[in-house]
């Protein structure tokens, strides 16, 4: 069983330090906006699977006047795994700039030009590890008010929940995908190529073997654990939704899998045989796991076109609730629950349901800028903690 027994932050985001030990049990992080609640469960989550949910540019995560002074940002955290310490330390340190370089910003956030590029570090232990060395040695279920992606946004937000959940599930699935996303970029670096010029069959013909080979894998393992992911779906979605709505969900993938994964391979084959025509009119690979995508049905209606925003929130709800227990039966070990303000939109009756739900895990942290419902529903089997202006105070 694992959970964090420490949190620390160092010149991260709002932080310039700080330092919380959260119990077990549900914390509960309270105060109003843009005050840290939601960096702490960032720091959380990229502790158990080696990146932050709220940016791809870890140069964001650099406190502002630290960067200036050239400092470095690092989260820590300690977990107890099994009866034992874990000690992981993600650390981001600011390159060194020439007098009078660019920042290399970004247009959406004129704010990054002044923040110089980052490389990370990582630490199990005092000993080095990568980003995907992480994924699984504690595992995190997140709940955030962006998880209405999961149902109206574009494909690319179900396959990447699928691939977080399995991954922390099973590292094999992870060291797959891996290799499926390398095959795929550079059999799409030879399909460039060969729309301008002469490519050695050779070449293209390993690259395929490559891709099909680590693709099926993927296929077949994602058509099995949403298989099982479903039953727990459909019925945390029967106790959050309103009566008679029922939940089904279904898996859309580019290539059909079989009956194990020689098979599922096979089929990928013929199927990227069969786009061969295709691919040479837009220099992409036409099938495989890249292309997929899960459907979400209500009464038989697809929730990405039909569903209200409250059904949909319903419906993401579900489909957390679902990943937290899939994790726990498949692991044998409770994830670690992070939920970010997202009882705001929620009746009294579904927030009371969804708190007692998640208060049932060995770790629950919990941000709020409301903490009086959150308190009603969990009075002092919780523990509390006000977040304002980067400090974090607990209250006894």
Same mark, same amino acid.
Request: charged share 25%.
């Given at each position: 069983?694992?959970?964090?027994?420490?949190?620390?932050?160092?010149?991260?985001?709002?932080?310039?330090?700080?330092?919380?030990?959260?119990?077990?049990?549900?914390?509960?992080?309270?105060?109003?906006?843009?005050?840290?609640?939601?960096?702490?469960?960032?720091?959380?989550?990229?502790?158990?699977?080696?990146?932050?949910?709220?940016?791809?540019?870890?140069?964001?995560?650099?406190?502002?006047?630290?960067?200036?002074?050239?400092?470095? $940002?690092?989260?820590? @955290? !300690? %977990?107890?795994?099994?009866?034992? &310490?874990?000690?992981?330390? =993600?650390?981001? #340190? *600011? +390159?060194?700039?020439?007098?009078?370089?660019?920042?290399?910003?970004? $247009?959406?956030?004129? @704010? !990054? %030009?002044?923040?110089?590029?980052? &490389?990370?570090?990582?630490? =199990?232990?005092? #000993? *080095? +590890?990568?980003?995907?060395?992480?994924?699984?040695?504690?595992?995190?279920?997140?709940?955030?008010?962006?998880?209405?992606?999961?149902?109206?946004?574009?494909?690319?937000?179900?396959?990447?929940?699928?691939?977080?959940?399995?991954?922390?599930?099973?590292?094999?699935?992870?060291?797959?995908?891996?290799?499926?996303?390398?095959?795929?970029?550079?059999?799409?670096?030879?399909?460039?190529?060969?729309?301008?010029?002469?490519?050695?069959?050779?070449?293209?013909?390993?690259?395929?073997?490559?891709?099909?080979?680590?693709?099926?894998?993927?296929?077949?393992?994602?058509?099995?654990?949403?298989?099982?992911?479903?039953?727990?779906?459909?019925?945390?979605?029967?106790?959050?939704?309103?009566?008679?709505?029922?939940?089904?969900?279904?898996?859309?993938?580019?290539?059909?899998?079989?009956?194990?994964?020689?098979?599922?391979?096979?089929?990928?084959?013929?199927?990227?045989?069969?786009?061969?025509?295709?691919?040479?009119?837009?220099?992409?690979?036409?099938?495989?796991?890249?292309?997929?995508?899960?459907?979400?049905?209500?009464?038989?209606?697809?929730?990405?076109?039909?569903?209200?925003?409250?059904?949909?929130?319903?419906?993401?709800?579900?489909?957390?609730?679902?990943?937290?227990?899939?994790?726990?039966?498949?692991?044998?070990?409770?994830?670690?629950?992070?939920?970010?303000?997202?009882?705001?939109?929620?009746?009294?009756?579904?927030?009371?349901?969804?708190?007692?739900?998640?208060?049932?895990?060995?770790?629950?942290?919990?941000?709020?800028?409301?903490?009086?419902?959150?308190?009603?529903?969990?009075?002092?089997?919780?523990?509390?903690?006000?977040?304002?202006?980067?400090?974090?105070?607990?209250?006894?």
């Amino acid at each position: 069983m694992a959970r964090f027994t420490r949190l620390s932050l160092v010149n991260y985001r709002n932080f310039r330090e700080v330092d919380v030990a959260p119990p077990a049990g549900v914390s509960v992080f309270h105060g109003g906006n843009a005050q840290g609640k939601t960096s702490l469960l960032e720091a959380a989550y990229t502790l158990a699977v080696g990146r932050s949910f709220r940016t791809e540019r870890e140069r964001q995560v650099l406190n502002f006047d630290a960067a200036r002074e050239g400092a470095a $940002a690092y989260i820590t @955290g !300690t %977990a107890c795994v099994d009866g034992e &310490s874990l000690t992981v330390v =993600v650390g981001y #340190q *600011p +390159a060194v700039r020439e007098a009078g370089a660019d920042g290399g910003g970004d $247009a959406d956030d004129p @704010g !990054t %030009a002044t923040l110089p590029p980052v &490389s990370k570090q990582i630490r =199990v232990n005092r #000993q *080095p +590890a990568t980003a995907s060395g992480l994924v699984g040695r504690i595992a995190a279920s997140l709940f955030s008010v962006d998880d209405l992606d999961l149902v109206l946004g574009g494909p690319s937000h179900r396959r990447r929940y699928l691939d977080v959940l399995i991954s922390q599930a099973d590292r094999s699935y992870l060291q797959a995908l891996q290799r499926f996303q390398a095959a795929l970029r550079n059999r799409n670096g030879l399909l460039r190529r060969r729309r301008e010029g002469h490519v050695d069959p050779e070449e293209l013909a390993y690259w395929d073997e490559q891709l099909v080979e680590s693709g099926a894998a993927v296929t077949f393992a994602r058509s099995r654990a949403l298989a099982r992911l479903a039953v727990f779906a459909c019925r945390q979605h029967a106790e959050l939704g309103e009566p008679g709505q029922d939940l089904a969900l279904a898996y859309r993938p580019s290539v059909s899998p079989g009956e194990c994964v020689a098979d599922t391979a096979a089929a990928f084959q013929r199927e990227l045989k069969l786009g061969t025509a295709r691919e040479q009119a837009t220099a992409v690979t036409a099938v495989g796991p890249h292309r997929d995508n899960f459907a979400m049905h209500v009464n038989g209606l697809d929730a990405a076109s039909f569903a209200s925003r409250g059904e949909a929130r319903t419906i993401a709800l579900a489909l957390r609730l679902a990943e937290a227990e899939y994790l726990a039966e498949t692991r044998g070990d409770d994830p670690v629950i992070l939920l970010d303000d997202v009882f705001s939109e929620m009746d009294d009756g579904r927030r009371e349901r969804v708190l007692q739900k998640v208060a049932r895990y060995r770790q629950t942290l919990i941000t709020t800028t409301d903490v009086r419902p959150v308190r009603a529903a969990l009075g002092d089997s919780a523990a509390y903690f006000r977040v304002e202006d980067g400090a974090v105070s607990n209250e006894e």
